[in-house]
C-alpha cells in the first residue's frame, strides 16, 4: 500500500461535558498538527497516490470552518464532546468527501483509504482511518 502524507494545524477551544472529563469539561484551548495520509493500492499513471499540492490545500480547506474556533459554538457539533477522536473522524470524512467529488484529482476517486491523526502534544495523538471502495 502506498501512502502520501501531508499536515497542517488548528487551533481551537472547547469544554467537554461527563466526569471522565475531570478539569478538561472547562472551557480550555487545544493546538493540534494534523496529519492526512491518503492510501492506494497502485500509483496512478503519473506515479503517484494523489497530488502533493492539491492534498494539502484540500486538508487546509477541511480545517479552515474549525481554526480559531470555540467549538462549543460551531452549529455542526451542538450537543457534541469534540474530543480528539471525534475530530479525527470529521476530518477523514471531509477529506474523503473531497476525494469522491474530484478535489483530488482522478486519482483522489482511486484511494483506498484516508488516515487522520491529531497531535495532541509530543506525547499524545488519536487517529481515524477511513476505508474508502
Request: net charge negative; glycine share 8%; aromatic share 6%.
Amino acid at each position: 500500500m502506498f501512502a502520501v502524507t501531508v499536515r497542517d494545524h488548528i487551533m481551537i477551544a472547547h469544554s467537554f461535558a461527563g466526569e471522565v472529563f475531570g478539569p478538561a469539561q472547562a472551557l480550555h484551548g487545544a493546538t493540534f498538527v494534523v496529519d492526512a495520509a491518503f492510501r492506494r493500492a497502485e500509483l496512478d499513471a503519473d506515479n503517484i497516490v494523489v497530488d502533493i499540492g492539491r492534498a494539502t490545500e484540500e486538508l487546509h480547506t477541511a480545517l479552515e470552518d474549525l481554526n480559531y474556533r470555540n467549538l462549543d459554538e460551531h452549529p455542526e457539533f451542538a450537543g457534541t464532546n469534540t474530543t480528539t477522536e471525534f475530530l479525527a473522524k470529521v476530518i477523514a470524512e471531509r477529506l474523503a468527501a473531497r476525494a469522491r467529488d474530484g478535489r483530488l484529482g482522478d486519482g483522489g476517486r482511486e484511494l483506498a483509504g484516508i488516515s487522520v491523526t491529531l497531535h495532541e502534544s509530543h506525547a499524545a495523538s488519536a487517529s481515524f482511518e477511513l476505508t474508502l471502495s
